[in-house]
Each structure stands twice: as C-alpha cells, then as structure tokens.
C-alpha cells in the first residue's frame, strides 16, 4: 500500500494507524499548497478531490475519506483491535462517534484555517469548545481512550485534529481529561515514530 499524507493534516491519523496495525506501506509526502508528491507528480492525477489522507492500494485503487479509510485498516489487521465487530452495539458507539469526529470536529477547524475574519472564527471556535465539552464528559468516568481500554482509530483521528488547537487559538485549558488524553496518545510507541516521521518532533 502507499499512503499520500501531509506533515500534521489530518492523514497523520492515517499513518499512525498504519503503524499501529503494524502493516507495511509506503508513505508519499504530498504538498497541499501546490499539489503535487515529493517527487514533483502531480497529486490531481492521483486523487482529483486534491486533498489528504489518499490510500493506494496493492491493485493501484485509490481509496480517500478518513472514515473509511480508517476502518479498512482496522479490518486488515483485527489483531491489533483498532476497531470492535461490525454488527455489533459497540460498533454502533464507535461509528457514532466517527461520524461526530469528522463532522462535528474535524469539519469546524476547517473555517480557522481560511481567510475568514475573526468574528466568523470566533463563532466556530466556541462551536469547538461546545463539541469538546462533549469529549470531556465522555472521558470523565476514568476510561483512557474514546470507547474505553483500546486505542481505536476514532482516538487517532480525534488526536490528530485536536493537536491542531494551538494553532487555530481554540482554548481547551479547562479540559484536562481532554488534555491528559492528548499526552497519553503521544506517548504511544507507533505515535512516537509516527510523529518522528512526518517531521513533527525531532528525533531521539
């Protein structure tokens, strides 16, 4: 497999899921600005919709949407329990709050990182601050990750997009299961070495 990824987008969820799972990929830096890989493809001619994580697969199909992509890791390796059965009730929870990730959360960034003016933002950063309020009552009966004692790939994705909160002056000071959860996920061994990768943090 290859997977087109971006140094802290979104598509870093995406890579540390692969390096969870343990499964062997090829990882292409893809530059969002011009569009194009490292070694100067033009990234349209890959994925049309212009936009990261991008999964090639063995037979050369592309599959896109972090969702999606995420459960199919997770299917490929059901060893590594990125994500309960299908069918059932605790498949539904988590699907529950795949959907609330990349809608809810993910999506509401979006608008921080454009040319809106600050009185628009102000709007989507208190909508934020709302969604992880959410999040932290959902962690305040003690459990370490989103559906309970397993990292999942809903905990990759939700990491990946709240890391981005600094950035986007979106305060969660007052979340301190929130934060802790933040530092817990980081210290993970495949997050570690995912982060070291893309250039995020410096090596040992």
């Not at 540390?16 to 530059?31: H, T």
């Not at 070694?39 to 999964?55: H, M, Q, R, T």
């Not at 929130?178 to 070291?196: D, G």
Request: hydrophobic letters at 40%; a neutral charge; proline letters at 5%.
């Amino acid at each position: 497999m290859k997977l087109y990824y971006a140094p802290g987008a979104c598509s870093l969820a995406t890579y540390i899921l692969l390096n969870e799972a343990k499964l062997p990929f090829e990882a292409v830096k893809v530059s969002t600005k011009e569009h194009r890989t490292a070694s100067g493809e033009d990234y349209y001619k890959i994925n049309p919709k212009g936009y990261v994580p991008a999964l090639q697969l063995d037979d050369g199909e592309i599959v896109t949407e972090n969702v999606v992509i995420h459960a199919y890791i997770a299917s490929l390796a059901p060893q590594a329990k990125l994500a309960p059965a299908p069918g059932t009730r605790e498949r539904l929870r988590y699907d529950q709050l795949a959907v609330f990730i990349t809608t809810e959360i993910h999506k509401t960034y979006s608008p921080l990182f454009s040319s809106l003016g600050e009185d628009a933002k102000a709007f989507f950063r208190d909508k934020l601050v709302k969604r992880y309020e959410t999040i932290e009552q959902m962690l305040s009966d003690g459990r370490p990750y989103l559906t309970g004692p397993d990292f999942q790939t809903v905990d990759a994705y939700l990491y990946t997009v709240t890391r981005w909160a600094a950035g986007a002056k979106v305060d969660l000071s007052k979340f301190a299961k929130v934060q802790a959860y933040q530092e817990r996920i980081t210290a993970r061994p495949a997050v570690q070495a995912t982060l070291r990768a893309e250039g995020l943090i410096k090596e040992a």
